[in-house]
């Protein structure tokens, strides 16, 4: 049985996904398709508006057989170490093929490159690439041409196609997306109250002004800054004032949104550096009925093992997870964040594909 993979975070699943699923389909027809998913924290530190297995049932009923959860030490991370652990995981499950959405869609170019390119999404394929040399693994890399214009458009377009950032920005002002995503998604998305990093700026700035002391300890603060972040809670009353006023040609926002992120789950440089550099389990959030069979016939030859939740998981991944699920959560009411938590020790995999409210 063959499979491919991919890496996905699906803030929100949208046309953009389905069309390179679809591309990804047409080229290997007959394999099974394992996602590699962030979680409640994405890549560029921010909050997903939609928490990981409602994502997960996205993915499921949209034709993917396999949902891997990549950890949160492994997710909020810059650009190659998201990329290297990503493919890692995804060499554990035995995949044939990598399939990435791309700017230029063009590998050969990619894999000769010796410095980063500038389109965000070149960036990943570039060290997506870079990831599989390193593992001298015979993944191939297949690069899929994005639809959309930018990866990082802010407006919706007069197509169906628009990034992600676009549809989130269009939730945020109340305008309709329902031409930009599948039913599933609209369907999800019709509370009009998502996480998002401004939410969570006053545990922020609480960790911040109550504890500065402990800042120097967490992940990614270095050289002084600190004092700038304590400085900048002091003044800023809100999350993007708060940004603006740390911000510089060095820290960037990315780097600083997942800054921030680490200082609201309390994450050091030496628990993030280690969790990642320790990749100890393949967690599942959904399998179709084809995924199921693959798991049957395959996973007793993986190096790592397949869990379904964290209830006798230990180490310091798990940890990181648990506590991220809880940051993640503050922003609901209690019954749902004991709702949240309780799944990270008891939930199953998402099977099939039921979409719940």
Known sequence: MEAIGIIVEYNPFHNGHMHHLQQAKTQFPDATIIAVMSGHFLQRGIPAILNKWQRAELAIIHSIDIVIELPYASSVQRADIFARNAVQLLAAMNIKALVFGSESADVETLTQLTSQPTEAN??????????????????????????????????????????????????????????????????????????????????IRHRILVNPDDLKDIALVAEGIENRLYDAALEAQDYNAWLNLVATTRYRKNHLNRLATHILTGTTWQQLDTAANNLDYLRVLGLSSRGQNYLRH?????????????????SLNAELELRATTAYALLFQHHNITALLEREYNKKPILGGIIHD
């Open 298 to 314: 395959n996973r007793e030859h993986f190096p790592l093992p397949v869990i379904t939740s964290l209830s006798r998981q230990t």
């Open 122 to 203: 070149d960036i990943l394929g570039y060290y997506y690439i870079q990831a599989i040399q390193a593992l001298g693994n015979k993944i191939q890399a297949m690069a899929i041409p994005r639809l959309e214009s930018q990866y990082n458009q802010e407006t919706l377009g007069e197509t169906t196609i628009a990034s992600a950032t676009a549809i989130r920005q269009a939730l945020n002002d109340g305008r309709t997306i329902s031409n930009y995503v599948p039913a599933a998604t609209a369907k999800l998305l019709t509370s009009g109250n998502y996480p998002a990093s401004e939410a969570y700026y006053n545990f």
